[in-house]
RNA sequence: CGGGGCGUAGCGCAGUCUGGUAGCGCGCACGGUUCGGGACCGUGAAGUCGAAGGUUCAAAUCCUUUCGCCCCGACCA
């Protein structure tokens, strides 16, 4: 491929609403345009990198004997309104009315239809298991767009489905896709973990997430260094380092205008570690006190899965519950729902005194208050893993990939049901397997980049070699230029030659920008000397090379 | 949806406070010189100043409304 017949309009400076790594590499090296928030164009250079990855999606996916199928896009309401989900999705949904005022949405995944068709053309258990996948564009107006393509409201998505007859061959099923996953992701050239993960509203026995670290990433996952344990912050178990108990006597202490545990522990002299910070939320059962150390964070989904939703209460709330204004709140002589993070069961703290410029020290969980004991706090850097006991660290990562257990949440309500050997009416057992080619290229380039621009790992990189003829007026460059083009292209390999008439700093550049692996340097003093140079885009070395001998070293790959 | 920021030429920005002929750099076109890490000189094209309404002799600038984009948070099936 030609520089010059190719639409690749790299940018000098990188435009302005760009903040993440990828997205100013994809804007700059002319890979992507945006049309609106959270809707991309992908330029022929990032066309071929979601080629190249769905290429291998495609591989591994066909491995492991999934069928490609393609599933509408714009779909009718019914199959929603059985799972329920019509309704419990809001505003995140496209919905529209086709021309005879049928409620219609554009498809944001796929398990009702698959799970439709499953429905119609599965009977027996003859016929499990099967994996149906798709690569296919899916809809969510999301309420945030954001980091160039890592959040957008349309997406190209590998999302694969696997219908089992029993809990085992779910396991199976979904074991072979974690498998698959780990090869995908490893032949993309990414560093990932696999983390368990909050099963959300998909429903089902268990799910995971595949994690490739980036500060650019939304998600912080849980990692221990020592047996391997991983997991979303959002379900991540961990126990808080101990503190040092005070044995205070139990008493009120005078702590006039300090509010915030910052305060008070600055105004006693105590460590936070050494206080109960009390929260109070309104659920939709009524309001909950939450109980979390004072160094620790209240993590608001642990709570959620045991509450329901709930918001935060307001100010008059507080005191209409707890008769005191917030800050001075604490978990003692109330009658409302209590829940305590267990940390909290062992030792003494300063707590609020529930009335006002008063906290109370030496409370006791038992002796003072009762509590629910959950696991409600945000599990942070230093904790002690859940497994062995080892400190954890964080990580900030983007979600590459999922997998769910869903079991029957899909398939019950739609009827999908087969009969069993002895002739029993059963429901399909489902998983379900998502993967973001979108989502692969831009933590590929958060993982692989410098100062300069993009370094392609070989296997997804638009092209594998990029020829750069110094000069496009010595017609022995150009001449070579064209011939290691059209031979190397012979050999399988994707070629692009900046056969632009630019002067060579220009060339260096751009090539390093756009990030192509391998770049062969066509320049007139080597070129006297029968010499050309292959230059390796990561580590920036050279060498001299006699042209066959390129040719050669290509073959052998 | 809450908080913040920004909309001026293709891109990056100045001009807005204090109203008075719309500017700079890059890019683009043409001519010339140059030619191994984003060259230089000259000439030139290109802007309903996001939109609508208002105030004023006069609005990019002041007022009102509105649309869009980005960031933080909430949300993220």
């Known amino acids: 491929m030609r520089f010059t017949s190719m639409l690749i309009p790299t940018l000098r400076e990188t435009p302005s609403e760009a903040t993440a790594v990828s997205h100013k590499l994809m804007l700059r090296a002319g890979y992507v345009r945006q049309l609106a928030a959270g809707l991309y164009v992908y330029l022929p250079l990032g066309w071929r990198v979601l080629t190249k990855i769905n290429g291998i999606l495609r591989e591994e996916m066909d491995a492991i004997g999934a069928q490609e199928v393609s599933m509408p896009v714009l779909q009718p309401s019914e199959p929603w309104e ?16 086709d021309r005879g005022g ?40 999301e309420a945030r767009p954001k980091s160039g393509v890592l959040r957008t409201r349309e997406f190209l998505m590998k999302d694969s489905y696997s219908f089992d007859i029993s809990q085992e061959g779910l396991e199976k099923s979904y074991k072979l896709h974690a ?29 995971h997430e595949f994690m490739a670290p980036s500060p650019s990433g939304e998600d912080d ?57 009390s929260i109070l939320v309104m659920a939709e059962s009524g309001p909950v006190l939450a109980l979390v150390r004072g160094d620790q964070q209240l993590h608001e989904k642990k709570l959620q899965r045991i509450t329901g ?20 709140i604490g978990p003692i002589g109330h009658k409302v ?15 609020g005194a529930n009335r006002k410029d008063y906290h109370t020290q030496g409370v006791r969980a038992g002796a003072h208050f009762q509590a629910e004991w959950q696991d409600i706090h945000a599990a942070q850097a230093g904790d002690m893993c859940p497994e062995c006991g080892s400190p954890v660290s964080m990580e900030k990562a983007i979600e590459i990939g999922n997998i769910f257990q869903l079991g029957t949440k899909y398939s019950a309500p739609l009827n999908a049901v087969f009969l069993d050997e002895s002739g029993s009416e059963r429901p399909i057992i489902m998983g379900s397997y998502g993967i973001g080619p979108a989502r692969i290229a831009a933590a590929a380039i958060e993982q692989n980049h410098d100062k300069d621009g993009i370094i392609w790992p070989e296997s997804i990189a638009p092209f594998d070699v990029e ?20 031979e190397l292209s012979g050999m399988g390999l994707d070629v692009l030659v900046d056969d632009r008439d630019e002067r060579a700093g220009v060339k260096f550049k751009d090539a390093d920008l756009i990030g192509i692996p391998r770049h062969i340097v066509i320049g007139e003093k080597n070129l006297k000397d029968g010499f050309i140079e292959l230059k390796d885009r990561r580590t920036r070395q050279s060498e001299r090379l006699r042209p066959e001998k390129v040719l050669a070293r290509s073959r052998e790959k």
Not at 187 to 199: A, M
Not at 468 to 484: F, G, Q, T, Y
């Open 82 to 97: 059985l799972t329920g989900r019509w309704s419990d999705i809001k505003e995140e949904m496209f919905r529209l009315k």
């Open 467 to 486: 020829i750069i003829p110094v000069s496009m007026e010595n017609r022995e460059i150009v001449e070579l230029a064209d011939k290691l083009h059209s």
């Open 179 to 207: 498998d698959a996953y780990h090869r995908i992701f490893s032949r993309c050239g990414l560093r990932f973990w696999q983390v368990q993960s909050d099963t959300g509203m998909m429903g089902g026995a268990a799910a």
């Open 309 to 328: 939703p709930f918001r935060p209460a307001h100010k008059d709330e507080v005191r209409d519950t707890l008769g005191v204004e917030a800050g001075f």
């Open 337 to 351: 729902r209590i829940i305590a993070d267990p940390v909290l069961r062992e030792g003494d703290y300063i707590s």
């Open 221 to 277: 996952i849980v990692l221990c260094p020592k047996c391997g344990y991983s997991a979303n912050v959002e379900i991540a178990g961990s126990t808080p380092p101990a503190v040092q108990s005070e044995n205070a006597p139990f008493e009120d202490v005078h702590t006039p205008e300090k509010r915030t545990v910052e305060e008070v522990s600055r105004f006693l002299k105590k460590k936070p570690g050494n206080f109960i910070k």
């Open 102 to 141: 049928r409620d219609m949405c554009l498809g944001m995944t796929h398990e009702e239809i698959m799970t439709w068709l499953a429905a119609r053309e599965i009977h027996s258990y003859r016929q499990m298991p099967q994996i149906w996948y798709q690569i296919q564009t899916k809809l969510r107006d």
